[in-house]
Protein backbone atom coordinates (compact mmCIF):
# COMPACT_ATOMS: atom_id res chain seq x y z
CA UNK A 1 0.00 0.00 0.00
CA UNK A 2 1.51 3.51 -1.14
CA UNK A 3 0.18 4.93 1.76
CA UNK A 4 2.23 3.32 3.91
CA UNK A 5 5.14 4.02 2.18
CA UNK A 6 3.94 7.68 2.58
CA UNK A 7 3.92 7.33 6.72
CA UNK A 8 6.91 5.65 6.65
CA UNK A 9 9.15 8.08 4.72
CA UNK A 10 7.42 10.94 7.07
CA UNK A 11 8.44 9.32 10.25
CA UNK A 12 11.93 9.37 9.06
CA UNK A 13 11.51 13.09 8.75
CA UNK A 14 10.67 14.06 12.76
CA UNK A 15 11.49 18.08 12.08
CA UNK A 16 9.15 17.63 8.83
CA UNK A 17 6.62 15.67 10.17
CA UNK A 18 2.77 16.07 11.37
CA UNK A 19 3.10 17.22 15.39
CA UNK A 20 2.52 13.99 17.70
CA UNK A 21 -0.10 16.02 19.70
CA UNK A 22 -2.27 16.73 16.86
CA UNK A 23 -2.09 12.98 15.53
CA UNK A 24 -3.25 12.10 19.33
CA UNK A 25 -6.22 14.75 18.56
CA UNK A 26 -7.21 13.46 15.78
CA UNK A 27 -10.44 11.81 14.93
CA UNK A 28 -9.51 10.31 11.79
CA UNK A 29 -6.43 10.32 9.28
CA UNK A 30 -6.20 10.37 5.55
CA UNK A 31 -3.46 10.20 3.05
CA UNK A 32 -3.87 10.36 -0.09
CA UNK A 33 -0.28 9.42 -2.74
CA UNK A 34 0.25 11.03 -5.31
CA UNK A 35 -2.41 13.40 -5.97
CA UNK A 36 -2.02 14.56 -9.38
CA UNK A 37 -2.75 18.47 -9.88
CA UNK A 38 -3.21 19.97 -13.05
CA UNK A 39 -3.00 22.81 -14.63
CA UNK A 40 -3.91 24.97 -18.06
CA UNK A 41 -5.73 28.11 -17.15
CA UNK A 42 -8.24 25.70 -15.02
CA UNK A 43 -6.39 23.86 -12.62
CA UNK A 44 -7.30 20.67 -10.59
CA UNK A 45 -6.27 17.79 -8.83
CA UNK A 46 -7.37 14.17 -8.04
CA UNK A 47 -6.29 10.97 -6.10
CA UNK A 48 -6.99 7.73 -4.36
CA UNK A 49 -6.27 7.08 -1.12
CA UNK A 50 -7.11 5.67 2.37
CA UNK A 51 -9.13 7.17 5.26
CA UNK A 52 -8.86 5.23 8.70
CA UNK A 53 -11.07 6.62 11.72
CA UNK A 54 -10.34 5.91 15.85
CA UNK A 55 -12.70 4.15 17.22
CA UNK A 56 -14.46 4.62 20.57
CA UNK A 57 -12.18 2.40 22.47
CA UNK A 58 -8.90 4.40 20.64
CA UNK A 59 -7.84 1.96 18.05
CA UNK A 60 -7.86 2.15 14.61
CA UNK A 61 -10.67 1.13 11.95
CA UNK A 62 -10.02 -0.64 8.87
CA UNK A 63 -8.81 1.92 6.30
CA UNK A 64 -11.73 2.82 3.88
CA UNK A 65 -10.69 3.90 0.18
CA UNK A 66 -11.51 7.46 -0.44
CA UNK A 67 -11.34 9.96 -3.70
CA UNK A 68 -9.49 13.45 -3.69
CA UNK A 69 -11.05 15.82 -6.35
CA UNK A 70 -10.78 19.64 -6.88
CA UNK A 71 -10.50 22.83 -8.77
CA UNK A 72 -8.91 26.18 -8.93
CA UNK A 73 -9.74 28.97 -10.97
CA UNK A 74 -6.57 31.16 -12.22
CA UNK A 75 -3.51 31.39 -14.50
CA UNK A 76 -1.81 27.60 -14.14
CA UNK A 77 0.36 25.54 -16.64
CA UNK A 78 1.98 22.30 -15.14
CA UNK A 79 1.52 19.29 -14.00
CA UNK A 80 2.77 17.99 -10.23
CA UNK A 81 2.07 14.90 -8.32
CA UNK A 82 1.79 15.46 -4.39
CA UNK A 83 1.30 13.54 -1.28
CA UNK A 84 -1.65 14.55 0.49
CA UNK A 85 -2.03 13.94 4.43
CA UNK A 86 -5.37 15.15 5.87
CA UNK A 87 -6.00 14.44 9.98
CA UNK A 88 -9.42 15.41 10.51
CA UNK A 89 -9.91 16.90 14.26
CA UNK A 90 -14.13 16.85 14.23
CA UNK A 91 -16.75 13.71 14.47
CA UNK A 92 -18.73 15.67 12.23
CA UNK A 93 -16.34 16.60 9.39
CA UNK A 94 -16.02 12.14 9.37
CA UNK A 95 -19.37 11.19 9.59
CA UNK A 96 -19.64 13.59 6.46
CA UNK A 97 -17.17 11.66 4.33
CA UNK A 98 -19.11 8.24 5.70
CA UNK A 99 -22.42 9.68 4.82
CA UNK A 100 -21.01 10.05 1.12
CA UNK A 101 -19.42 13.32 0.42
CA UNK A 102 -17.50 16.14 2.18
CA UNK A 103 -16.41 19.52 1.12
CA UNK A 104 -13.20 20.99 2.58
CA UNK A 105 -13.69 24.61 3.19
CA UNK A 106 -17.59 24.52 3.41
CA UNK A 107 -18.81 20.70 4.94
CA UNK A 108 -15.78 20.77 6.89
CA UNK A 109 -13.27 24.09 7.83
CA UNK A 110 -9.54 23.69 6.56
CA UNK A 111 -6.29 25.15 7.25
CA UNK A 112 -2.58 24.43 6.59
CA UNK A 113 -1.04 21.51 9.37
CA UNK A 114 1.27 22.73 11.67
CA UNK A 115 4.88 21.23 10.94
CA UNK A 116 7.83 19.54 13.08
CA UNK A 117 7.47 18.07 16.67
CA UNK A 118 8.35 21.19 18.48
CA UNK A 119 5.56 23.18 16.45
CA UNK A 120 2.45 25.25 18.51
CA UNK A 121 -1.03 24.11 18.44
CA UNK A 122 -2.10 27.59 17.06
CA UNK A 123 -2.11 27.74 13.46
CA UNK A 124 -5.41 28.73 13.44
CA UNK A 125 -6.82 30.72 16.45
CA UNK A 126 -8.05 29.14 18.86
CA UNK A 127 -7.26 25.36 16.96
CA UNK A 128 -10.95 26.08 15.24
CA UNK A 129 -10.29 24.33 12.01
CA UNK A 130 -11.57 20.56 11.73
CA UNK A 131 -9.80 19.46 9.15
CA UNK A 132 -5.41 19.96 8.71
CA UNK A 133 -3.80 19.71 5.34
CA UNK A 134 -0.56 18.88 4.23
CA UNK A 135 0.99 17.98 0.97
CA UNK A 136 4.65 16.47 0.20
CA UNK A 137 6.37 17.48 -2.87
CA UNK A 138 10.16 16.97 -4.01
CA UNK A 139 11.04 16.26 -0.76
CA UNK A 140 8.95 18.75 0.92
CA UNK A 141 6.38 18.48 3.62
CA UNK A 142 4.16 21.78 3.94
CA UNK A 143 1.06 22.59 5.39
CA UNK A 144 -1.37 23.75 2.49
CA UNK A 145 -4.48 24.95 2.03
CA UNK A 146 -7.11 22.84 0.15
CA UNK A 147 -10.47 24.51 0.12
CA UNK A 148 -12.81 23.41 -2.16
CA UNK A 149 -11.77 19.11 -2.78
CA UNK A 150 -13.99 17.08 -2.55
CA UNK A 151 -13.42 13.90 -0.15
CA UNK A 152 -16.08 11.19 -1.53
CA UNK A 153 -16.01 7.08 -0.45
CA UNK A 154 -14.21 4.86 -3.13
CA UNK A 155 -17.07 2.24 -3.13
CA UNK A 156 -15.35 -0.21 -5.93
CA UNK A 157 -11.68 -0.10 -4.19
CA UNK A 158 -13.50 -1.24 -0.85
CA UNK A 159 -15.48 -3.86 -2.83
CA UNK A 160 -12.08 -5.09 -4.22
CA UNK A 161 -10.13 -4.68 -1.35
CA UNK A 162 -12.65 -6.30 0.74
CA UNK A 163 -13.81 -8.77 -1.35
CA UNK A 164 -17.30 -8.04 -0.19
CA UNK A 165 -19.53 -6.58 -3.00
CA UNK A 166 -21.53 -3.27 -1.79
CA UNK A 167 -19.94 -3.14 1.12
CA UNK A 168 -20.10 0.18 2.98
CA UNK A 169 -17.75 2.11 4.78
CA UNK A 170 -20.13 2.25 8.27
CA UNK A 171 -19.13 -1.74 7.73
CA UNK A 172 -15.59 -1.39 7.26
CA UNK A 173 -15.59 0.46 10.38
CA UNK A 174 -17.47 -1.62 12.64
CA UNK A 175 -15.76 -4.06 15.00
CA UNK A 176 -17.16 -7.49 13.19
CA UNK A 177 -15.79 -6.67 9.66
CA UNK A 178 -14.04 -9.68 8.72
CA UNK A 179 -10.15 -9.04 9.19
CA UNK A 180 -8.80 -7.14 6.76
CA UNK A 181 -5.64 -8.16 4.41
CA UNK A 182 -2.10 -7.65 6.02
CA UNK A 183 -1.32 -4.22 3.76
CA UNK A 184 -4.10 -2.80 5.72
CA UNK A 185 -2.59 -3.77 9.55
CA UNK A 186 0.99 -2.35 8.18
CA UNK A 187 -0.90 0.81 7.58
CA UNK A 188 -2.05 1.34 11.13
CA UNK A 189 1.14 -0.03 12.31
CA UNK A 190 2.70 2.46 10.45
CA UNK A 191 0.79 5.16 11.61
CA UNK A 192 0.65 4.34 15.26
CA UNK A 193 4.63 3.83 14.69
CA UNK A 194 4.05 8.01 13.72
CA UNK A 195 2.37 8.72 16.80
CA UNK A 196 4.25 7.07 19.24
CA UNK A 197 7.41 7.53 17.73
CA UNK A 198 6.85 11.14 17.35
CA UNK A 199 6.17 11.61 20.75
CA UNK A 200 9.22 9.89 22.38
CA UNK A 201 11.34 11.52 20.11
CA UNK A 202 10.41 14.72 21.49
CA UNK A 203 10.89 13.25 25.53
CA UNK A 204 13.47 10.93 25.28
CA UNK A 205 16.62 11.74 26.89
CA UNK A 206 20.38 12.08 24.95
CA UNK A 207 21.88 8.88 24.01
CA UNK A 208 24.97 10.69 23.18
CA UNK A 209 28.00 8.89 24.90
CA UNK A 210 29.46 10.61 27.57
CA UNK A 211 32.83 11.27 26.42
CA UNK A 212 34.04 14.77 25.52
CA UNK A 213 33.00 15.87 22.53
CA UNK A 214 36.38 17.93 20.20
CA UNK A 215 37.07 21.32 21.91
CA UNK A 216 36.90 22.51 18.00
CA UNK A 217 33.05 21.30 17.38
CA UNK A 218 29.80 23.13 18.93
CA UNK A 219 26.88 20.30 20.75
CA UNK A 220 24.37 19.68 17.97
CA UNK A 221 21.93 20.95 20.08
CA UNK A 222 23.32 24.49 20.05
CA UNK A 223 23.85 24.46 24.08
CA UNK A 224 26.56 25.35 26.01
CA UNK A 225 28.82 22.81 27.45
CA UNK A 226 30.56 23.73 30.21
CA UNK A 227 34.08 20.93 32.17
CA UNK A 228 35.30 21.48 35.09
CA UNK A 229 38.47 22.33 35.09
CA UNK A 230 41.76 20.53 37.05
CA UNK A 231 42.16 21.79 40.87
CA UNK A 232 45.79 22.72 41.19
CA UNK A 233 45.66 23.31 44.57
CA UNK A 234 42.85 20.34 45.92
CA UNK A 235 41.80 20.39 49.20
CA UNK A 236 42.89 24.68 49.69
CA UNK A 237 40.13 27.06 49.95
CA UNK A 238 40.35 29.21 46.32
CA UNK A 239 41.82 32.77 46.78
CA UNK A 240 39.84 35.23 47.48
Known amino acids: MTATQVLEELYQMPDQNIPAWLLERAYGVAVVPEVIKVGL ?8 G ?6 DDGTWSNPI ?3 LTGGSVGFQVGVQSTDVVLVFTSRQSIEGIVGGKVTLGADASVAAGPVGRQS ?3 TDVGFQAQVYSYSRAKGLFLGVALDGSALTIDHR ?3 QYYGRSGVLASEIMRFD ?3 APATAQNFIAALQKSMTGASAAASRPSTTP ?3 PSPSRPADSGGVTTYPMEDPSPGTEPPP
Open 41 to 48: GIGGRRGK
Open 50 to 55: VLVVRK
Open 65 to 67: FIN
Open 120 to 122: SAA
Open 157 to 159: SNE
Open 177 to 179: TAT
Open 210 to 212: TSA
